[in-house]
């Protein structure tokens, strides 16, 4: 795909994410819209991966370590074709496959079940190390939030991926700056997070995680690594897309009334018109 078409693809998968959440009358918009540009590079871009056959051997694996985000995962697996854009509607509701996190057992395109914070990278750790004993040559990448990080067990994790020299690992870090409870700095600060992976031994980069060309440049960097794992700490807008979300702490988890998602819609129509006369 070309940036154009990328765009155009992350705007279709945001008006899915508020289709998604509105009609579940919950879920976590803002930090699903800031990560909708990852999302949709690592999955029309980047991966190997098949959506008519998701379990294949030597498909490269994700794990969303913030399982919350699932409305953002969710939309992207079905825009990819891993099943129906109409199921994002039953997002949250009883009976439906489409549960409030990621479900591996029930969700084609899902490779880890997630939403205990912190716990998503260890799980993409061992999948890479399992790649390295097994001689296979897929790759693993793992979306973390900004708030995610101050978790212990990420650093546990991040000691053994550098320690086992995990070139096959991209961990990503969505950094919008803010968590349920306000700016990650007034919650508990993790700034500098590129120097704390550095310290970790990773390869880091530093990008705009909501521009395609930094996104690009960051992961065929990453390819290029030997012998350390690299850290992509992507800075981003929360509620990407949508004027009145859009670094605003309260849509963390929250979800759009009527009037609201009539709004949201507008603004990622509007949106798609403009990439359309690009």
Not at 73 to 89: I, Q
Request: aromatic share 8%; net charge negative.
């Amino acid at each position: 795909m070309n940036k154009l078409e990328l765009m155009k693809t992350a705007n279709e998968i945001r008006k899915g994410i508020i289709e998604a959440v509105h009609s579940a009358k919950s879920g976590h918009p803002g930090g699903s819209l800031s990560a909708a540009d990852i999302f949709t590079y690592l999955y029309f871009e980047e991966m190997n991966i098949d959506p008519e056959n998701p379990k294949k051997e030597d498909r490269d694996r994700f794990v969303l370590s913030k399982g919350h985000t699932a409305p953002g995962l969710y939309s992207t697996l079905a825009h990819r074709g891993f099943f129906p854009v109409e199921d994002l509607k039953t997002l949250r509701h009883v009976g439906s496959y489409l549960q409030g996190h990621p479900d591996m057992k029930h969700i084609p395109g899902v490779d880890m079940s997630s939403g205990s914070l912190g716990q998503g990278i260890s799980a993409a750790v061992g999948m890479a190390l399992s790649a390295k004993l097994s001689k296979a040559d897929y790759r693993v990448y793992t979306l973390l939030g900004d708030g995610e990080i101050q978790e212990g067990q990420v650093w546990e994790a991040s000691m053994l991926a550098a320690s086992r020299k995990l070139d096959n690992l991209v961990v990503i870090v969505d950094n919008n700056n803010l968590q349920i409870d306000g700016t990650i700095e007034e919650v508990n600060s993790p700034y500098p997070i590129d120097k704390k992976f550095e310290a970790f031994n990773f390869h880091v980069i530093n990008i705009d995680g909501n521009d395609f060309d930094q996104i690009d440049a960051a992961f065929k960097e990453a390819k290029k690594v030997k012998g350390q794992p690299t850290a992509i700490i992507a800075k981003t807008i929360k509620g990407k897309g949508v004027s009145f979300m859009e670094d605003q702490v309260s849509w963390h988890g929250a979800a759009p009334n009527d009037e609201q998602f009539a709004v949201a819609m507008e603004d990622l129509e509007k949106a798609g018109e403009a990439l359309c006369q690009m």
